[in-house]
């Protein structure tokens, strides 16, 4: 028996073993006391499948970092990627090269409205981070508003714009951030008791927060189409259009934040076409480009706002803006969604498959406040008490149910995405109705673990 890269188990872990005293001695990693840190080597990867350092199979219920959207190893990309380093490796972004323009025609020929230009950059927080700077040029201001339960990334723009506990180590005030309340009827902070009223409302108070900031000094506001990590609330019908009225009717700029929702996540190729008629201003994209093989982000501009840069040098620049491996598995990534169909599967897992079988464990499950989501993107509230929606661990930490659960489902071979109190399912768009039913599966096992924490 070997493993999808060719290794038998005993290769596998002696390689793992070595691979976890290297990272243990020297890699800092992200968003972590490095002390008590006991990170998961993965020795390879397939499809919906990763093989950890002990060489047990898990069903990648996260899809890593939510990015690898048409799974992992694709061959198209793999071949794409071969291919383009025997080409070209790398170029300075002041130089054309084919897989860059044809990733960013690929990219605008989806992109919604005429928002037919590409910045590319490195990742989704650089991608926030220029699409804000665009914004404050083109405006002449410099505030910039974003909703609590949010998450825009770890520069230092991107992080302040962020509105969960991670941008507190951050905070000092002096960036121009500005937050607000979204719609979240689960959780209102307007008392609404229906979608309707909680949209209207929601836009009330983002009208009233404009006012009160002073519209003149206002250069944007970015929303995440869905919110992701924070929670996967896919807004009320009107709400988007609300606030892209607010945005014309004020002068500001719309910022539609897609580097988690975009390519594919949510059924369609972004997250924003769910709700016809709206087009952002500027609109960030990252993780589902490519599937996450190599690192690319980018910002994809409207002509407006292009216009601004006709004869004035735009201040910034990346090294690695466009570069040929990250644009050239693009190019593979996008083409094989296409053809493939991909996007439309993710459609019609949760039509038929992740959401039917969803709502049917929160009718079992009395640790289920709450499951929403579109496509392979989908959030299960847990809650300690259903009555007064507890949640089952603290905004900003964990808990010991949170954990148990995690790891029922990890040790029967299921890895989940976590934040807070809430599992989110987001397997990749490419996954198959037998994988998905594995999954969910395994998914009703653990949630008898939550349960044993209810009230």
Request: hydrophobic residues 40%.
């Amino acid at each position: 028996m070997t493993l999808p890269n060719g290794l038998t188990p005993e290769a596998a872990r002696e390689k793992a073993a070595r691979a976890y005293e290297l990272d243990r001695k020297h890699v800092f990693h992200s968003w972590s006391a490095q002390k008590s840190l006991n990170p998961m080597v993965i020795t390879a990867a397939q499809g919906s499948y990763v093989w950890d350092g002990d060489g047990n199979r898990l069903l990648d219920f996260s899809s890593q970092m939510v990015n690898t959207n048409i799974g992992h190893q694709h061959p198209k990309v793999v071949a794409a990627i071969q291919q383009q380093a025997a080409t070209l490796c790398t170029i300075g972004p002041a130089f054309v090269n084919d897989a860059r323009s044809e990733a960013a025609r690929l990219i605008t020929e989806r992109t919604p409205g005429e928002l037919n230009r590409i910045f590319f950059t490195n990742g989704g927080a650089d991608a926030v981070e220029h699409a804000v700077r665009m914004a404050r040029l083109h405006t002449g201001r410099y505030k910039v508003l974003s909703r609590y339960r949010s998450y825009h990334g770890g520069t230092e723009t991107a992080v302040n714009l962020t509105g969960d506990p991670r941008r507190w180590p951050n905070d000092h005030g002096n960036t121009g951030t500005v937050h607000f309340f979204g719609p979240f009827l689960y959780r209102s902070q307007f008392h609404a008791t229906t979608e309707a009223e909680e949209c209207e409302r929601a836009l009330q108070h983002l009208e009233q927060t404009i006012v009160f900031e002073g519209p003149s000094t206002i250069a944007a506001i970015i929303l995440e189409s869905v919110p992701g990590t924070a929670g996967i609330m896919v807004p009320p019908p009107g709400y988007l259009a609300g606030v892209r009225e607010l945005c014309d009717r004020y002068g500001i700029v719309f910022i539609a934040d897609e580097v988690m929702a975009g390519f594919g996540r949510t059924g369609k190729w972004f997250a924003i076409d769910h709700f016809p008629g709206v087009v952002p201003d500027l609109l960030t994209f990252a993780k589902g480009v490519n599937s996450g093989y190599v690192p690319l982000g980018g910002v994809a501009i409207a002509p407006h706002i292009a216009a601004t840069f006709d004869d004035r040098a735009y201040p910034g620049g990346l090294t690695y803006s466009g570069h040929p491996l990250a644009t050239a598995a693009a190019v593979a990534t996008i083409n094989a969604m296409a053809e493939e169909g991909i996007v439309e599967n993710a459609a019609d897992m949760s039509d038929r498959v992740i959401g039917p079988a969803l709502r049917e464990l929160a009718e079992r499950h009395p640790s289920i406040g709450e499951v929403r989501g579109l496509g392979v993107f989908w959030a299960i509230e847990l809650v300690r008490d259903r009555a007064t929606r507890e949640p089952l661990a603290p905004y900003g930490g964990t808990s010991a149910a949170m954990t148990e659960t995690v790891a029922a489902a990890k040790a029967a071979g299921l890895l989940l995405f976590v934040n807070f109190n809430r599992l989110h399912v987001v397997p990749p768009c490419t996954i198959s109705e037998a994988e998905a039913k594995e999954g969910l599966a395994i998914l009703d096992h653990a949630l008898t673990v939550a349960d044993g924490h209810t009230v």
